[in-house]
Nanobody, 120 residues
Framework: QVQLVESGGGLVQPGGSLRLSCAAS????????MGWYRQAPGKQRELVAA???????NYADSVKGRFTISRGNAKNTVYLQMNSLKPEDTALYYC??????????????WGQGTQVTVSS
């Protein structure tokens, strides 16, 4: 059993900041890539940012220069620092992990989502 638990969402004014956290736990052998996706009402889920086990990062054009993805020292956590937030950043944010379980299955897992609302 593998779990991804997100935290850090909330309501913030335009121009404000939030930091999302995601911790993976359970029967994990190794974690390859981790990332954050978001889904706004009526829209498809989209990649926000991703980071490999080696630290390479990838960002959606809409968040470049404002968001920063990082991994914790234990490599089972991933963070998303979001600055200069805009109303269009409002969405349900999901953590994703590409990992190998102790049973040697390589699968992608999702968290339950954390709501980010940017509004005055």
């Amino acid at each position: 059993q593998v779990q991804l638990v997100e935290s850090g969402g909330g309501l913030v004014q335009p121009g404000g900041s939030l930091r999302l956290s995601c911790a993976a736990s359970g029967n994990i052998f190794s974690i390859y890539n981790m990332g954050w996706y978001r889904q706004a009402p009526g829209k498809q889920r989209e990649l926000v940012a991703a980071i490999t086990s080696g630290g390479s990062t990838n960002y959606a054009d809409s968040v470049k220069g404002r968001f920063t993805i990082s991994r914790g020292n234990a490599k089972n956590t991933v963070y998303l620092q979001m600055n200069s937030l805009k109303p269009e950043d409002t969405a349900l944010y999901y953590c994703n992990a590409d990992l190998r379980t102790t049973a040697m299955s390589r699968l992608a897992y999702w968290g339950q989502g954390t709501q980010v609302t940017v509004s005055s």
